[in-house]
């Protein structure tokens, strides 16, 4: 490995801070969304039954017993509509105000779970250019070789050669892992999004039949 560092020419130091990065992140993504992995449709039907056998303390409990962007999203539906009614707020009213708290909170909760995910993306599209821009200038060097050497001699070549397919093959063996890591945790993103959606509307449903 150290050879190949070594023969990749400086052009690999970028490439090797880009992978301790990638792996830095993903690594934290990855814990990120285990601490947030919980049965998302277990805690909105206990919660819709707690709602809807009026037990609101029952059900704000069970939010703050669990973690994730869902069961914070919501918790800040459960205290608004606990408010509202202490209010004596009208039905529709409360409907309303805490679809639109859980709506205007959702961004905040899930901001946990998406961030650094753009850096994902930077490495994965900056470490082919890095890559190509070392196999740019081991073919510049390959030729200034050639052109001092007055000939085409292999050996004396091969070393700008092989400098120019190294820092390639590591700026793509880098990205590929990116690109996969960047679907992966974005697609986690969606499922998390999709889940906050269903629990507004049961939320709002069982308020709207109590």
Not at 15 to 30: E, K, N, Q, T
Not at 71 to 84: E, H, V
Not at 144 to 169: H, K, Q, R, W
């Amino acid at each position: 490995m150290m050879g190949y560092l070594l023969d990749g020419g400086w052009m690999m130091l970028p490439l090797l801070l880009c992978s301790i990065g990638l792996l830095a992140v993903v690594i934290d993504r990855g814990r990120a969304f285990r601490a947030a992995a919980i049965d998302h449709e277990t805690l909105r039907r206990d919660v819709r039954r707690a709602v809807g056998a009026r037990e609101m303390d029952r059900a704000i409990a069970l939010c703050e017993a669990s973690t994730g962007p869902v069961a914070a999203t919501i918790l800040a539906g459960l205290q608004r509509l606990k408010r509202l009614k202490e209010r004596n707020k009208s039905p529709e009213e409360i409907e309303i105000t805490v679809s639109k708290t859980m709506e205007d909170y959702a961004p905040k909760a899930m901001h946990g779970l998406e961030k650094r995910l753009n850096v994902l993306v930077l490495i994965a599209s900056l470490s082919p250019l890095l890559g190509m821009t070392g196999t740019v200038t081991g073919m510049i060097r390959s030729f200034g070789v050639m052109a001092a050497s007055a000939g085409l001699d292999p050996g004396a070549v091969a070393g700008g050669i092989s400098e120019a397919l190294i820092t390639t093959a590591a700026g793509l063996l880098i990205a590929a892992p990116g690109v996969v890591a960047y679907n992966i945790f974005v697609r986690k993103v969606e499922e998390y999004t999709m889940a906050i959606e269903g629990a507004i509307s049961d939320l709002v449903e069982v308020v709207s039949e109590s």
